[in-house]
DNA sequence: GTGTATGCAAAGCCTTTGCAGCATG
DNA sequence: CATGCTGCAAAGGCTTTGCATACAC
């Protein structure tokens, strides 16, 4: 297998690393600037995604290619899984799934060799429920049917 | 519940819609565009867009935002999962998923109120394997673990 | 010193949107 | 004939990239 080519340990790279590990919060990249930027004002978004990608692709951090536009990092390589909410797009770790809630491993499943699976949970985190007047049935046009 | 507005049976939408169900490819609006554009040259992409999202909100067809940068689209409106290639992108319906692979429903995670899920895996279509040379055992950056 | 990484800014890609005219119901 | 829909084109949001310079090893 072929050595990938030296990377350097930049502060820039450190920052960023430090500064999502800390975080549960799943943020976004431009989340990330912003609180980098707190430490190092000079730092470039496009640094920031330069240095998310790597570190993701070194199995560092996790890129979470969830719903929603923009790409959430998660400083927790550790396999878990993560519910959205449909309201606030808030991104939460599953700690409390049942135990052999998806049957693993699947080898093989129409011709394809299967390697791996992504699950993510959709539904309305505890601060929204809390939010939404009781009595008020109305359904925000997004929260429709994510069961499909 | 509120009884949304009329909508017109346009020609274009027919097009659109038509096309969809034709195919099993999962195409891409973009795709969409260039296959209703022969049977109506003068569509523009924006439309094609604004129908694909509406009869998806209709619930006549699907939106998959499964991994990679384009939204692609189904024709077949009932819950089933998808496999996605890891090298070309191609993505399929699964169709020989054993039974109860999923334990459903799943009421709350996480103080969350689970609406759904969604769940799509990640492979190698029998087109690559085919073409990946016997004793190569080269693996793309990209493939490296698609199981977390 | 060598070559990777950075900052900056521009470009890229997919998608959405404003608007005036068209065509559906 | 009211208004939802269209084509066109421009704008928007997120991400990537080209380039000259800086700095890690």
């Known amino acids: 297998m072929a050595t990938g080519k030296a990377q ?5 790279r450190q920052v960023v690393l430090e500064e999502l590990k800390k975080l549960t919060s799943h ?5 990330l600037y912003e609180i980098a930027r707190a430490r190092m004002p ?32 998660d400083g927790n390589p550790e396999r878990h899984y993560h519910v959205r909410c449909a309201r606030c797009e808030r991104v939460d770790d599953v700690h409390d799934l049942p135990g052999g809630f998806v ?14 699976l992504r699950l993510e949970f959709i539904g309305i985190c505890p601060e929204c429920r809390k939010r ?10 997004h929260e429709r049917d994510h069961t499909r």
């Open 103 to 116: 049957k693993r491993p699947v080898k093989h499943l129409s011709g394809y060799e299967i390697l791996g």
């Open 132 to 141: 939404s007047e009781p009595g008020s049935d109305e359904v925000a046009p």
């Open 42 to 73: 000079k730092i470039s978004l496009g640094t920031v995604y330069r240095n998310l990608e790597l570190l993701a692709e070194n199995g560092v951090i996790q890129k979470l290619e969830i719903g929603g536009s923009e790409a959430r990092f």
């Open 27 to 31: 943020p976004t990249a431009a989340d």
């Open 8 to 12: 350097r340990n930049t502060r820039q």
